[in-house]
């Protein structure tokens, strides 16, 4: 498995590195880093909060995550740096990671940042209803589970946390996989297995089994599929998802840009807004990412910024 991991991060930290070289102005932040959003097992779940010298009273969760593998090292702020100088708090959320957490483990973490987030909002001078996420293959995959799976939070919850809602307004997001079952082409399984053979940790399910108070793994060919559907956004869009933006290379063989073209395409038509931004010849990642962090920044102006304005102005 590490040696799968390897060129994931390395990967991610040229492309950050590369990025960095783009950004002729730096941005002026202050960074808190280290901040606990949650526990499990017994383990502390983090993240680091990016705050600009200017900001715009708007929040944008950056989920740290390339093969599902998530480290604190790969936060490397200036990769987020057009975001910032447009103002954003930016919160780089850092998940329970593969090969330990499976998937629907790791969806679970996320959804508890953005409660987290939300219920401080106020401490970080953010609007608590107009959060957006970003993040790019892992991270744009887990972005868009966000996008579209967010609700209501647990009334009754002892932790006054879990009691705000897991909903996101804005998408914003690089080469995401959407649907693991149809991988590519039609029918083609992904879940560990095809294109994906070298990322099994992510999708070796288990399930609690009640009466040995264990985990089992999950064998049943049926229920791995049900699980797999789960985890794919393009099955969990409903018209109140949030708006969102995929920026994709069409030369990419890890994630196809088919990933993309269905996913935009099943937004559209639930009524949702979304928009497709092809990268002829790009790969898994292009030099000039840094420049398409604008366009992120362009579209989470439109749908927080332009959206909340609009909304205090019809009060």
Known sequence: MKKTLAPILLLLLLLLAGSAALAEDPPRFARKEDVIYGRKFGT?????????????????????????????????????????????????????????????????????????????????????????????????????????????GEAGAKDPVDRESTQVQAVACFFPPTDFLNYGSPGEIALGRGILKDYRAPFDFHELDPKTKSFVPVADEPRVLDLGRQISPVYQVTPDDAPALVIHGDADKLVPIQQAELMVEKLKGAGVAAKLVVRPGAVHGWPEMGKDLALFADWFDEHLRGKAAATEKGK
């Open 44 to 152: 502390a779940l983090t993240l680091d909060v990016l705050a600009p010298a200017e900001a715009n009273g708007f929040g944008i969760l950056w989920i740290v995550s390339g093969g599902w593998y998530s480290d604190h090292g790969a936060i490397r702020p200036e990769f987020v740096g057009a975001l910032l100088q447009r103002g954003y708090t930016v919160f780089a959320v850092v998940h329970g990671s593969q090969p330990k957490y499976t998937i629907p483990e790791i969806v679970g973490d996320l959804r508890r940042a953005v409660r987290f987030v939300r219920h401080h909002a106020g401490e970080h001078g953010v609007r608590p209803d107009r959060l957006g996420v970003t993040g790019g293959s892992a991270g744009g995959h887990l972005s868009l589970m966000l996008g579209t799976t967010g609700g209501p």
